[in-house]
């Protein structure tokens, strides 16, 4: 699945989607398998939406591999292809190794610099990662 921007000033969900598919990806992610009329109806609670709005966001988002669409009878369901936390660890490696690609060196020290005020386990696994891919290399 390939997300083709990410909105750096935006938080959350809202660096892949727009605010339409983020709340029916979170909805989804959060109930599993659901009817176009059963996200809509729950979108619908806080703010009307049209139901054939509702439609085609979920039908593109089908398009670009990100729900995937079963019918049963008359009845359309769908659910993502992935896990919260799936699409979350796909898409953070992609944005690492295309800005790796790009920049090299510089974002890795802007990583490192960002990591002064992180938790010591997270250091810790990093220290490990770092012995491992040195290893590796010999």
């Not at 729950?42 to 990100?66: A, Q, S």
């Not at 292809?81 to 190794?97: A, C, W």
């Not at 802007?110 to 810790?124: I, R």
Request: net charge neutral; glycine share 4%.
């Amino acid at each position: 699945m390939n997300i083709k921007t990410f909105k750096y000033d935006q938080v959350g969900l809202h660096r892949f989607f727009g605010p339409l598919e983020a709340k029916i990806m979170k909805y989804l992610w959060d109930n599993n398998e659901q009817s176009i009329k059963a996200v809509q109806q729950h979108l619908d609670i806080d703010k009307p939406i049209n139901f054939n709005t509702v439609m085609t966001v979920m039908n593109r988002l089908v398009e670009k591999g990100i729900l995937e669409k079963r019918t049963e009878g008359r009845l359309s369901l769908f659910c993502p292809v992935q896990s919260k936390e799936e699409f979350i660890e796909e898409q953070s490696k992609k944005i690492t190794e295309n800005l790796l690609d790009e920049f090299g060196g510089a974002v890795i020290n802007h990583m490192l610099d960002a990591m002064k005020d992180v938790d010591q386990s997270l250091l810790d696994k990093l220290e490990q990662k770092i012995k491992s891919l040195k290893k590796d290399k010999k």
